[in-house]
């Protein structure tokens, strides 16, 4: 068995801020997801969250909608999604994949057997949104046991609640930057560097930053608050617009293309 | 002794706070509140008071004597929740859920609604209290209730279409969740039923137990004894859990009625706790209809307010450990209950109460003539006279057929 200590993002050594960033398994196609996920490491990735699209996600904008629905659309399932991981490391995936589900698939997959199968199929790390420490009892010792960590999230509004999650943090600790779901939004809380800093004196993992960050000038502010930023509503715009050209055979590399660029645009100001 | 939920939230199994972590705050600042309201007794006081003085409680018990003579079996005694200000049950949450707002200095309120019958409670205390309103409902059903529509309006609430999924409840109330995420640090959500994280379920049992004390009280005084059999109908189930929660430790027969919609064989219906299993929807686990990944399914009723995929937690435990049976009742049983009980008494009654009223008669002619049924009238059909307009003209595929 392995040991927490022993796993991949336990094991993160953070000399320059991360870049991770966010995808819909599925979307707009579960071969595609790949490609994608291969163009993010390629454009600097450092950890990449998979998401599973759910029909009821209460912690996503309309953007991470839209996207799931696509991904439903291709019958994309928790299962599905996790048996998506080995096929990223054949393609040349090195990085660690954080699978980010809602907990009902997870509760009728049965937790044990998506520990099983996440463990075999080589998930690095998960993240419940609508899992809070309080209910996360029985996911966490579960986590432990087979070395895939669950990722705690806190919120400008979890106050005293941070250091209670932040000395229980495994892999990373997510900071939700501002109040609301996830989604572009033009300008960040100006107590976001005090919320960070203070969120940074409790936790022994790296920190990293997400929900709304959407332009390199957010990335250059926060890269000196924190170990990491997620970027996801951006990326799936992105694709979303892209969405024709990356499902016809002969625009795919330049959409590609474009998207790797697009993504190191957004991610200059971490190298 | 009955004492659910425990301190997080859960009725056995069932309930607890499954939420973004930015919710979880907000939600511990409404418990430690609500613990401080229901143990102030000015509070409660003020509570019974607006009740009396502005929605018109006590609400009468009505001894259904017509339908009773021509069923010729148990008496039907109906609890007229209907004649509330603004028309159904839902009213007596709103006002105790804004007087919890009010104490906690939030002045404005996000509520979801189905049927519209919340949405209108929510937008009509608001304005009594001089709070801003918006009421999130599913595009569909603005389609389905367009004089709520319009009431809300009136009152001066903002009403946000939701677009997703079906375009019902289960939509309005993932729109208004999100909203609060983003508002949560000056808005109160007011959830209009028994659903929803910790500590909603509980708050709104508090908030309409009154129905079921008042039930008790009154039926004591009419019959000398508690009624044999109380049918209230259930889609998240506030008007039920009010009504049954005072007699649950009591030798009553409590039954709780589902919308079948066109069936429980087919795929078109909402009995989430006769067809759905545990899942965790809007906040809370219970049951839930889903498929065998985890996505929700689209519930169906001819009744808005009955077209919602989960149900209370403390349904589900009450189901789980057999204390209330959980039957079902179609759209059309429903509407024959409807135009029954408009013909019969001269009471016009909500569809969703309808589902209610069907499953009276069908169990009040199994019993006997000194046994007696009661049911929630959980509120007027004024709202479904274009629901019922439709049907006349064949809209559902379903005959209105004179039963005289």
Redesign the interface.
């Known amino acids: 068995m392995l040991q927490k200590e022993e796993t991949a993002l336990q094991l993160l050594t953070v000399t320059k801020p991360m870049f991770i960033p966010f995808i819909v398994a599925g979307d707009p196609r579960p071969d595609i997801t790949i490609e994608l996920a291969l163009a993010l490491q390629e454009a600097g990735a450092d950890i990449l969250e998979l998401g599973v699209p759910y029909s009821d996600p209460l912690a996503d904008g309309p953007i991470i909608q839209r996207a799931a629905k696509r991904a439903l659309r291709q019958q994309m399932t928790l299962k599905k999604a996790i048996e998506l991981v080995p096929e990223m490391r054949k393609k040349g995936v090195k990085i660690p994949i954080i699978l980010f589900t809602y907990y009902n698939p997870v509760l009728q997959l049965g937790e044990e057997s998506f520990f099983a199968l996440a463990r075999k199929n080589e998930v690095n790390g998960i993240l419940i949104p609508d899992l809070p420490f309080e209910e996360s009892e029985l996911i966490r010792k579960l986590g432990e046991a087979t070395g895939i960590p669950l990722i705690s999230l806190v919120a400008p509004t979890s106050k005293k609640r941070i250091e209670m999650i932040a000395s229980n943090a495994q892999g990373f600790l997510y900071c939700v930057s501002s109040l609301g779901v996830t989604g572009v939004r033009d300008t960040l809380p100006e107590t976001l560097n005090d919320f960070l800093t203070e969120v940074k004196r409790h936790s022994r993992v790296p920190v990293v930053v997400g929900f709304g960050i959407s332009t390199s000038e957010q990335v250059s502010m926060l890269k000196n608050y924190c170990d990491g930023v997620v970027i996801g509503s951006a990326l799936v715009q992105k694709i979303e617009q892209l969405n024709d050209l990356l499902q016809t055979e002969e625009k795919k590399e330049e959409a590609l293309a474009e998207f790797r660029r697009y993504a190191r645009s957004l991610t200059a100001p971490l190298r | 002794m009955y004492n659910v939920p425990n301190e997080?939230g859960r009725f056995g199994d069932f309930g607890?706070?499954?939420?973004?972590?930015?919710?979880?705050?907000?939600l511990e600042e409404i418990e430690e509140e609500l613990a401080k309201a229901l143990a102030d007794e000015e509070f409660k006081a003020e509570y019974v008071r607006i009740l009396q003085e502005y929605s018109g409680r006590p609400t009468p018990l009505t001894f259904a004597s017509n339908l009773t003579k021509k069923l010729n079996g148990a008496k039907i005694y109906l609890k007229r929740e209907d004649l509330n200000h603004t028309g159904a049950h839902k009213i007596n949450n709103a006002i105790g859920q804004a007087l919890l707002a009010k104490r906690m200095g939030k002045k404005k309120i996000i509520a979801e609604t189905g049927a519209g019958q919340h949405g209108v409670a929510a937008a009509t205390v608001a304005a009594h209290f001089g709070m801003e309103c918006i009421v999130f409902m599913g595009e569909e059903d603005i389609k389905r209730q367009e004089l709520n529509v319009f009431r809300m309006k009136l009152l001066g609430a903002k009403v946000v279409p939701a677009y997703?999924?079906n375009r019902t409840l289960?939509d309005a109330t993932?729109e208004a969740?999100?909203y609060w995420?983003?508002?949560?640090?000056d808005h109160f959500y007011m959830i209009g039923s028994v659903v929803g994280p910790h500590p909603y379920p509980k708050m709104v049992r508090e908030f309409q137990r009154i129905i079921g004390d008042e039930a008790k009280q009154q039926f004591l005084e009419r019959e000398g004894k508690l009624p044999d059999v109380i049918v209230a109908c259930v889609g998240g189930g506030s008007n039920a859990i009010g009504m049954f929660y005072p007699f649950l430790e009591d030798n009553v027969t409590l039954v709780g009625v589902e919308a079948a919609g066109k069936g429980i064989d087919t795929p078109h219906h909402a009995a989430t706790i006769t067809k759905g299993?545990?899942?965790?929807?809007?906040?809370s686990l219970t049951y839930?209809l889903?498929d065998?990944?985890?996505?929700?399914i689209e519930p169906y009723s001819i009744s808005a307010g009955l077209d919602y995929p989960g149900v209370g937690p403390e349904h589900a435990y009450l189901a789980s450990i057999g204390r209330v049976r959980y039957e079902s009742v179609t759209d059309e049983e429903a509407i024959w209950a409807f135009q029954l009980l408009s013909r019969e008494e001269g009471i016009i009654p909500a569809i969703e109460s309808a589902h209610a009223l069907a499953k009276a008669v069908q169990l009040a002619k199994t019993l006997r003539s000194d046994q007696t049924v009661l049911v929630c009238l959980s509120g007027r059909g004024d709202k479904d006279v274009q629901t019922m307009m439709n049907v006349a003209k064949g809209g559902n595929g379903i005959a209105v057929a004179n039963r005289n």
């Open positions: 997080n607890g706070k499954f939420v973004p972590e930015t919710l979880m705050r907000p997703s999924g289960k993932n969740i999100r995420v983003q508002h949560c640090d299993t545990k899942g965790v929807i809007h906040g839930l889903q065998e990944h985890g996505q929700i």
